[in-house]
């Protein structure tokens, strides 16, 4: 069989070398005798798709690095502001105890010059009225001369009285508690009877004959005597009148706010009964209702 003059054996691939050679040195005759500078835009023409796709590659990388960065500097923006509300929150918070405080110790202050009467502050450090038999605490005792049966009253109205004390504490039962009773007397008629709690900022008040008239909004004082309080010290408001057999039954609203209050008074044991009133209270219901 003969062999192909061009094909892929011995003398085939001489040929083809030889025709390479040939048109390399054809190529080199054309080209290469010129100025170095047509290599070199040869090669920048051959190396500009490589380039450019160079560029957009380290472009694409500077700007995720630059969206990386922006996004972690947002983070670190977004936690410290968090950070800052957080504080400011604390702070406001903190301020309008400290703000709600500092008006109260100037109403208490007020009523504690406006009555006639030797008085003691006290701060309530502990309010466990929601406790069974639990009450108020005060941070005076009997280092501070505090002794059982003293009133315990608030700008707002009466608080309740002092139940028992040790050294440096007290506690008070207050108005609403069921096993509270305190001498009262209504505003219109001056008739008296006794004020019972009968839950959270709450009470009810017996022996008041049938024949008074009492009106819901009018208000409840001290009367005086139980030796407690002295007369004339706003207790709260009459919510409701229930008639029974013998005498009414009113329930009556709480004035002094006694989950909320913080400072007091302490009355001295056994006050006098008859002092000047602080001053002469509203003559209708708190839409608050006492509590």
């Not at 192909?4 to 085939?12: C, D, K, L, Q, V």
């Not at 009285?161 to 001498?183: C, E, H, K, M």
């Not at 219109?188 to 009810?204: C, D, F, N, W, Y």
């Amino acid at each position: 069989m003969r062999e192909r003059a061009w094909g892929w054996n011995p003398s085939g691939r001489r040929r083809w070398g030889i025709l390479a050679l040939w048109l390399l040195h054809v190529l080199w005759i054309f080209v290469g005798r010129g100025p170095s500078a047509r290599w070199q835009q040869l090669l920048g023409m051959l190396s500009r798709p490589s380039q450019a796709l160079s560029t957009r590659i380290e472009t694409w990388k500077h700007q995720r690095a630059q969206r990386i960065g922006n996004h972690q500097a947002a983070e670190n923006e977004i936690q410290a502001l968090r950070q800052r509300v957080e504080y400011l929150q604390k702070s406001a918070i903190a301020d309008a105890q400290k703000t709600t405080e500092a008006e109260e110790a100037i109403r208490l202050l007020g009523l504690k010059q406006a009555l006639p009467l030797e008085t003691r502050g006290a701060r309530i450090i502990a309010n466990l009225r929601k406790a069974p038999f639990g009450g108020l605490v005060l941070d005076q005792g009997e280092d501070g001369g505090l002794v059982s049966d003293q009133g315990v009253i608030c700008p707002e109205g009466v608080v309740g009285r002092v139940w028992s004390v040790i050294r440096q504490q007290a506690s008070v039962l207050p108005l609403d508690s069921f096993n509270a009773s305190t001498g009262v007397m209504l505003a219109r008629s001056r008739a008296t009877g006794v004020l019972q709690g009968v839950g959270p900022g709450k009470a009810e008040i017996r022996y008041i004959g049938r024949q008074e008239v009492v009106q819901v909004g009018e208000p409840v004082f001290t009367s005086g005597l139980d030796r407690v309080f002295p007369r004339g010290l706003l207790v709260g408001y009459v919510s409701a009148v229930k008639p029974r057999d013998l005498e009414l039954n009113l329930e009556v609203v709480l004035a002094a706010p006694l989950d909320r209050v913080h400072l007091v008074l302490v009355l001295p044991p056994k006050p006098p009964v008859q002092v000047q009133p602080p001053s002469p209270p509203p003559t209708q219901l708190p839409t608050r209702g006492g509590k």
